[in-house]
């Protein structure tokens, strides 16, 4: 089964206004971190925002929100107020604990968003 | 303050042959990560490096081989190359034992063609 899923291969939206990017993940440690990147042509994989699973508030930084719900292990982005510089590849990761003590992150196959003036 | 930088940002090989990728980790960090991304797909982990040692590894072949050196700074060697092996090398640092919530901060890649 795959951990990270993004069932959305492409999303367009109006400059302006606010779009939601789904991630769902599957996991069944206790302790897991869960992350948006956003790569443009580019390349370079940006940070974007981060929610830790015992974390009690949703995520948010700037015009970016997680939008949290632990049960239905959904960890979605919301971006308000889109500008056409958004317009990039978003890839939704988690990150899992482990008994060695390292972390590697488990990425989804992303979604295309395009911003329209 | 610099951040993850790699080189080369592009190469061409052919088949068979061999490669080196090279990472220096942001100022302060001292773990390196080597992710492989196909095109249209996300990044595969393929293995970590702390204290010059490979700590964790992806399901890639033993023709990916690393290397850290003391300064943290770290390459990729992929031997015997295959056509399936064209994508986007990206390298991350990171300070370990920060948790799940420790961020990796990336480089712009290596974007590696195999003719």
């Known amino acids: 089964a795959q951990k990270i899923t993004q069932t959305q291969p492409g999303m367009f939206v109006q400059e302006k206004e606010a779009v939601t990017l789904d991630c769902t993940y599957d996991t069944s440690d206790p302790s897991y971190g869960l992350f948006w990147y956003k790569q443009p042509s580019s390349g370079e994989m940006i940070f974007l925002i981060y929610?830790?699973?015992?974390?009690?508030q949703n995520a948010t930084e700037g015009r970016y929100s997680l939008n949290f719900q632990k049960a239905r292990k959904s960890a979605n982005l919301v971006i308000s107020a889109s500008q056409l510089g958004d317009s990039a590849m978003y890839f939704c990761a988690m990150r899992e604990s482990s008994g060695a003590g390292s972390y590697q992150l488990t990425f989804g196959k992303g979604t295309k968003l395009s911003v329209i003036p | 303050d610099a951040g993850v930088t790699q080189s080369p940002t592009h190469l061409i090989k052919t088949r068979g042959q061999q490669v080196t990728l090279r990472c220096s980790p942001k100022?302060?960090?001292?773990?390196v990560s080597w992710y492989q991304q196909a095109l249209g797909q996300g990044p595969q982990f393929i293995f970590q490096?702390?204290?010059?040692?490979?700590?964790q590894r992806g399901n890639f072949p033993d023709r990916f081989s690393g290397h850290q050196f003391p300064n943290y700074s770290s390459e990729l060697n992929v031997n015997a190359l295959l056509l399936g092996d064209s994508a986007l090398y990206l390298c991350?640092?990171?300070?370990?034992?920060?948790?799940?919530?420790?961020?990796?901060?990336f480089g712009e890649g290596s974007r590696l063609t195999v003719l």
């Open positions: 490096y702390y204290e010059e040692e490979e700590r």
């Open positions: 991350a640092s990171s300070v370990r034992d920060r948790g799940t919530g420790g961020e990796l901060f």
């Open positions: 100022s302060g960090h001292d773990t």
């Open positions: 929610q830790g699973s015992y974390d009690q």
